[in-house]
């Protein structure tokens, strides 16, 4: 006979242990299923990980500048073993936090590939034995995976996806990274900062193509002048792995075609759902044109009983996004009335050097939607903190609506930005217009003032330039 559930989440990435936690709060009979550790790849192989390695380049980039400081450092060096273990042991340490968070609210923990077989049921398989399982409602918090090129597979050794540049065996001497989303950046910045020749390649016409235009040209400028070569409006015809390294057919903007040649590429071109064995096609279960999950605002599938959260489903794919998911469509399950997610005020964050930050429309977009418009910007080198910090490269930026004051959106470029980003989210959650914004006192001295002088600034009221 089956074990018997108020509800099952299939995965336990951020979106699927936070459903599990979520759900034994409100008194739901609760089991998660993972096939591999809990925490998913977030935890284990992509938010928190690879923030362990960018923090171990940051300190490497600051050593290795301490006389901009007034403080010497004699022949800073690192070991690349000891630099991933450090980031493996976060992970191990979150993972096992995870373990203790399933424990404490009495959550059941299946571990094995999980399959649906029918409305409510679920079979659990690992190792060749098989168990049973039964809910009235199941949520799917599959996740997803790195998309491949359709030319050139990823082999662990030369040709990698962020979870193999997360462990790599060697220093690459020179790197390519095709894509500049966040996690190309990313680890564009990081083997950069590490002392890597770094080539990103770009097929849309700028870097960080879903950030303002304005942050991502400041972006390709910051970039170069660290020392990578940025292509944007280029693609990459032909990759093949070699006994040296890396051959790449790249096709620029001009459409000139050139091979180089290099010694790893990473391809970080976005990421395909995990649905393949999960049994949704038996149950009908609807599907976008992209093959991920298609849902209501409170998770619901088209099939009753069937929900679905995180990067398995529309985006945008974040980790924040797939908790606060997990959340509301745990209380709608539950009978309770949450309020739907907002996809508007989710931030994105990028932690390369230097960081990169934003909140809601973009000025183009909030243009195209067609809102009459003030913006503000205010720099890094205008702010007292920023300066004693020797961190001087970047601005803020805000866009409000004329007609309203409404906070339509916030970018930001530079030190500690994926911080700063929280007030303006919270600014839009409770509907903040300039007037609430202009009328707070922000402390002194801190980053945080460059906000305050940015609406300052859209309104002609800037006080610092």
């Not at 450090?86 to 571990?111: C, F, P, Y």
Request: proline letters at 4%; hydrophobic letters at 40%.
């Amino acid at each position: 006979m089956a074990d018997s559930y108020d509800l099952i989440v299939l995965g336990s990435g951020p979106g699927g242990y936070v459903a599990a936690i979520r759900a034994a709060q409100l008194g739901l009979k609760t089991a998660i299923i993972e096939r591999e550790r809990l925490g998913g790849i977030c935890l284990n192989w992509g938010c928190i990980p690879t923030k362990a390695l960018l923090r171990s380049s940051e300190i490497y980039h600051y050593m290795t500048h301490a006389e901009a400081y007034g403080l010497s450092a004699e022949k800073p060096g690192f070991d690349l073993s000891k630099v991933v273990q450090r980031s493996r042991k976060v992970a191990d340490q979150l993972n096992g936090g995870v373990k203790g968070l399933m424990k404490k609210h009495k959550i059941d923990v299946h571990e094995g590939v999980g399959t649906l077989t029918g409305k409510g049921k679920l079979v659990v398989e690992k190792d060749g034995k098989k168990i049973e399982l039964a809910a009235k409602n199941i949520i799917i918090a599959t996740g997803a995976r790195a998309r491949d090129l359709p030319f050139a597979k990823t082999d662990g050794k030369k040709i990698w996806t962020y979870r193999h540049a997360m462990v790599p065996e060697e220093m690459p001497s020179k790197l390519l990274v095709i894509g500049s989303g966040a996690i190309g950046i990313e680890f564009a910045s990081f083997y950069s900062d590490m002392g890597a020749e770094v080539t990103v390649v770009e097929m849309l016409d700028r870097i960080l193509p879903v950030e303002d235009e304005e942050i991502s040209a400041f972006m390709h400028k910051a970039l170069t002048k660290q020392g990578m070569k940025i292509h944007a409006s280029t693609g990459v015809q032909k990759l093949e792995a070699t006994a040296k390294g890396v051959k790449a057919e790249i096709k620029f903007k001009d459409g000139r075609t050139e091979t180089q040649e290099f010694s790893h590429a990473i391809v970080a071109i976005g990421i395909v759902p995990n649905i393949e064995g999960v049994g949704l096609e038996a149950l009908g279960v609807k599907q976008l044109p992209n093959k991920h999950i298609e849902t209501d605002p409170y998770g619901r599938t088209n099939v009753d009983g069937i929900w679905a959260i995180g990067d398995v489903t529309a985006g945008p794919w974040l980790a924040h996004k797939a908790m606060h998911e997990a959340v509301v469509t745990v209380e709608a399950i539950a009978g309770q009335k949450p309020h739907a997610l907002d996809k508007a005020s989710i931030a994105g964050c990028t932690y390369s050097r230097p960081q990169v930050a934003s909140v809601g429309l973009t000025e183009a977009k909030a243009k195209e939607a067609g809102y009459k418009i003030k913006v503000g910007k205010f720099p890094f080198i205008g702010n007292g903190k920023a300066i004693a910090l020797g961190e001087t490269e970047g601005f803020v930026k805000t866009v409000f609506d004329e007609a309203t004051g409404e906070l339509l959106g916030a970018h930001m470029v530079g030190a500690e930005v994926t911080e700063l980003i929280q007030g303006y989210v919270i600014g839009r959650e409770l509907e903040t217009t300039e007037a609430e914004l202009i009328g707070t006192t922000f402390p002194h001295p801190t980053l945080s003032e460059m906000m305050h002088e940015s609406v300052l600034s859209a309104y002609g009221r800037p006080l610092h330039i």
